[in-house]
DNA sequence: GTGAAAGCGCTAACAC
DNA sequence: GTGTTAGCGCTTTCAC
């Protein structure tokens, strides 16, 4: 196997001490410009890179830092990766990608295992099946930087970014409201989550703001976050059964628009209902029947949480006021839904 | 910060010298098995995790391994990190994902950052706008760990995995054949890429194989790939005003299929149209027009990539007879075209 | 069966 | 402005 040049190799050639080849790459003052020139200029001959596991062990550090996601797969995910990404890359972060599948045994094994990697940071959204989080505040307590992005909480005092769920929600409904739609139907995600209550209590302060009851039938949580069909088919269908029939639905997620959307596709009489979900997947448009949606700005997300991890990884004091940010979603009216 | 448990807490405490906990711990049979207990249950009990840093340093080895893909957003790519994942995870491997958004610079400039950060190997996707290798074969010969998948290339002797594109493209061309539909227009991807020939050929096989002529001018390239919808616009106009028009249309890659129904969406006059088209997405049974697709076991290609790789990194000898594996996709006709 | 010591590649305090 | 030296945490050869 290849063997990577090292500062030594570097430094025999030149005629300087490891130690100022050393502060040379570093830039460092004490060390004259031409020497600093000479260096760097043989350095990138001979394709010299510092070796990382070294830096590592010396400055423990490693330049790498983790995240959490549900899946993938999921586009929203997949976008708030590509921002998380798009800055880590440019500050000289690896981002190394472990997944939940939103399950609480899978989340608390992958973030021990990422701690364990020394990974200097931490990029959290929670999973759908957590409800015990001593396995992240026992790594936030020994001082390891973690930003919650999407699904936060608020146990955990420490920079968080999301989408302004709750403005997303209201807006969402009171423009059904405001179509003429007033008995809206709510399908939410499983309830431990932040995005849960949000989205719900958004919905609940536009019914309030508009004058209109709130009724507890019309809300149904899904637990596992429409990863299992029938749960979602046996929401809508308790829906549609009900004596006095919604007129919209609203649906709080992504998964949850997909199921539901795949639901209503086997039935035959939804064409009245007009129907608002959570989704940022790039063929929503095309998908039938057709929907109104939520669209959330994950890739700012993504940037926006890389960019505080980076304020917290590097900060040289610890930080007391953390900040919590809201980002604004973007609502997409479905004209078909026009009375 | 946390400070964490080294091997010299453990002797220090147990009254051994580090090199004894580092053979217990490493299960070593010089040490004996009592002492090995006693030093593995207080390193557990301490919640002791040895450095990484430090132990790649003095092996030469990260147990990280990257991963290239062109967009972790495409569904077909985030199935096979998932493939990856759960083989990496089980064998203790990081995985660190980059993208290369299908461009020549990104992926050039990622591979030499894994690179760089010491992944102890590479599992590669090919960018479609990628012609010159060179970045990789140079990598390859330094004798760094690589794999190919998906979108393989010839030029370097190495393990690949990837679909079966022919048979693919052949079994889903004689099946429309089958279905009655003999003038078959062929949507590619970029030319360079080994996915766009196979499947091309597979077309061409099966056109000849059932005694029909192939005609140049009902297949039309797209160099982006799906990524600029004008592309795929213009290549489907084309298409559809010819004069002598094609009765079906067979859609070489997901994106592209994404982006045909997305023009199609557009037209009227397409209702005749027979549609078969590359998808691994999950809501591609929802989106109209309908298709029929062909769906890659993305997952199995994912976990076959990783276990190669893993052969390859572990392999104690140089490894000289190398394999490309096929694997089958799976064809999912859509009723509304049987004529 | 266990310990002492060297060294992986790098950085930084301390010399001069 | 540059060199010497020690040490990050671990593994491994060489002793006994």
Redesign the pocket.
């Known amino acids: 196997m290849f063997?990577?040049?090292?500062?030594?190799d570097i430094?025999k050639e030149l005629?300087?001490?490891?130690?100022?080849?050393?502060?040379?790459?570093?830039d460092?003052?004490?060390?004259?410009i031409?020497?600093?020139k000479k260096v760097k200029d043989y350095a990138k001959k001979i394709n010299?890179?510092?070796?990382p596991?070294?830096?590592s062990?010396?400055?423990?550090r490693s330049y790498s830092i983790g995240v959490m996601v549900a899946d993938v797969a999921n586009s929203f995910f997949s976008q708030t990766i590509n921002g998380i990404e798009s800055v880590a890359y440019e500050k000289g972060y690896h981002v190394i990608i472990t997944q939940s599948h939103d399950l609480y045994e899978r989340e608390a094994i992958n973030i021990e295992h990422l701690a364990n990697s020394s990974v200097d940071g931490l990029l959290i959204s929670m999973s759908a099946g957590t409800t015990d989080y001593s396995h992240i505040t026992k790594l936030h307590e020994r001082g390891l930087p973690i930003v919650f992005f999407d699904r936060i909480i608020d146990d955990i005092k420490t920079f968080k970014v999301t989408t302004d769920n709750f403005k997303a929600a209201f807006d969402a409904t009171v423009l059904l409201i405001k179509k003429g739609y007033e008995r809206i139907a709510f399908i939410a995600n499983a309830p431990q989550l932040s995005i849960t209550s949000d989205r719900v209590n958004g919905y609940k302060a536009a019914l309030e703001a508009n004058s209109l009851p709130f009724e507890e039938s019309l809300v149904k949580y899904c637990f596992a976050g429409g990863r299992i069909l029938d749960e979602v088919t046996d929401a809508i269908d308790g829906l549609l059964g009900l004596p006095d029939k919604p007129q919209a639905l609203f649906i709080a997620s992504d998964q949850l628009s997909k199921a539901s959307i795949r639901a209503l596709s086997k039935l035959s009489h939804h064409n009245d209902l007009a129907i608002i979900g959570f989704s940022n997947s790039d063929v929503i448009d095309l998908i039938s029947p057709h929907i109104s949606y939520i669209k959330q700005n994950a890739f700012s997300i993504g940037e926006i949480a890389m960019q505080m991890l980076i304020k917290l990884m590097e900060s040289k004091y610890p930080i007391y006021n953390f900040e919590t940010k809201l980002v604004d979603a973007e609502i997409y009216w479905n004209d078909n839904f026009d009375l």
């Open positions: 063997k990577a040049a090292t500062i030594k430094a005629g300087f001490s490891a130690s100022t080849v050393s502060r040379a790459l570093l460092s003052h004490e060390v004259s031409e020497t600093r010299y890179y510092s070796n596991a070294a830096r062990l010396k400055n423990s």
